[in-house]
């Protein structure tokens, strides 16, 4: 996460936090410090080259780098003029027959349509998340839902209020749909029976605020609340719990979707599995993510190894804030564009925008500096400066830049 420019690298901590992993292409020791922000001096400075805002801090005579990627942006006022932006999400798991003919059809509409984004097709559906101008944007997305396969598509719309939220469009054929070891062909993803079963954002609700604790839930089904208990799991990437969750939901320890394997621990690491000795049979699991998609794509690994009762949130966090509100969330959600991370107000204009006065976690890991650990300004991550590393993070020392 740290780079020196001519000396090694420091990982800096406070006395009473553990040492901030360094970055594995550098070497690295810690120095301990009372006190982060007061005991190190701060200068920035910013590099067109990089595009990268750089902060460096002189301890010992030694220089220590720390930074976030600076993304390029184009406001209202930019070149577009006065063009409202937004951020249009969807997936559909369908059988195309011919997804390489698929994807020059779309090519052709999105010709001359002002689309910044990501969108992936294969012989099992799409996946896209783009930005753009809303008339062209949703003319897309209009466009799409023409065609019988993906008349029935929920298509989600976020303001980007600086512009496109993407460098550029990558509107391209992908053997994966999501990043997953392994791949994705080999999962029956166009099985509805083997996805989980979709809970509306309203029957979501029901589940939370029914809760007896935060791993305890109530079902109605059964008849009793003692035969039968709920586990809420949460299939994103540890550093996204870190900036919002829902509340009961414990932090995943993976950084990359692409490893989770909760559920798939053998006797040797069941320790750090969340759903090891669960009973397949009499357990709800109720999963959820930003979306929807990688809910979807990882019930179908857990229904193989007979997980009976897998349900996930339709439509996903985004869906939930935008029709329920924050009841039961905790925090922003973080999301993979320039954004970062957005208030559930960003979908609810009913909420009020300042979160964090009604912040209540019950994790101490939640929302914290991964320098010294303290409860960070912003819910927003960092990129760090070393391009070899390039980990997201919270860190609060960098809020000087913003």
């Not at 594995?24 to 990268?52: E, G």
């Not at 949130?313 to 329920?324: A, D, I, P, R, T």
């Amino acid at each position: 996460m740290i780079a020196a420019s001519s000396s090694p690298a420091m990982a800096i901590s406070s006395s009473v936090a553990s040492p901030l992993p360094s970055c594995s292409s550098v070497s690295s020791l810690t120095l301990r410090i009372l006190y982060c922000p007061a005991r190190i001096h701060i200068a920035t400075s910013f590099s067109k080259k990089s595009n990268r805002g750089l902060v460096y801090c002189s301890v010992t005579s030694q220089l220590v780098v720390a930074s976030s990627r600076l993304p390029a942006r184009i406001g209202r006022a930019g070149r577009n003029g006065d063009l409202e932006f937004c951020v249009v999400t969807f997936y559909k798991f369908v059988s195309i027959e011919n997804p390489e003919g698929e994807v020059l059809k779309h090519q052709e509409f999105l010709q001359g349509r002002d689309i910044h984004g990501r969108i992936y097709v294969n012989e099992q559906g799409i996946n896209a998340q783009y930005s753009g101008p809303i008339e062209d944007a949703l003319a897309y997305a209009d466009w799409l839902k023409e065609d019988p396969r993906f008349s029935d598509i929920l298509v989600q719309t976020s303001p980007a209020l600086d512009g496109h939220a993407f460098p550029r469009l990558k509107m391209r054929y992908k053997p994966s749909l999501v990043q997953f070891e392994g791949g994705m062909s080999h999962l029956p993803v166009l099985n509805p029976t083997m996805r989980a079963t979709l809970l509306t954002p309203a029957e979501w609700r029901e589940r939370l605020q029914a809760s007896i604790n935060p791993f305890e839930l109530p079902n109605k089904a059964s008849g009793s609340n003692h035969d039968r208990r709920s586990l809420l799991l949460d299939v994103r990437n540890g550093y996204e719990w870190d900036v919002g969750h829902f509340q009961g939901a414990e932090r995943p320890e993976v950084d990359s979707f692409r490893h989770t394997s909760v559920g798939l621990a053998g006797e040797e690491t069941a320790t750090f599995d969340l759903l090891a000795g669960v009973d397949k049979e009499n357990t709800d699991i109720l999963m959820y993510c930003t979306g929807g998609i990688r809910c979807d794509v990882y019930s179908t690994v857990l229904r193989q190894r007979g997980f009976q009762n897998l349900y996930t949130l339709s439509g996903g966090v985004s869906h939930y804030l935008k029709s329920e509100g924050s009841a039961g969330w905790v925090g922003n959600l973080f999301v993979f564009d320039s954004r970062l991370s957005l208030p559930p107000s960003t979908y609810n204009s009913n909420l009020t925008t300042n979160v964090r006065s009604k912040i209540v976690s019950e994790s101490e890991r939640f929302a914290k500096c991964y320098i010294c650990r303290s409860q960070v300004l912003e819910f927003r991550h960092r990129n760090c400066a070393n391009l070899d590393c390039n980990r997201l993070f919270l860190c609060d020392i960098l809020q000087v830049l913003w």
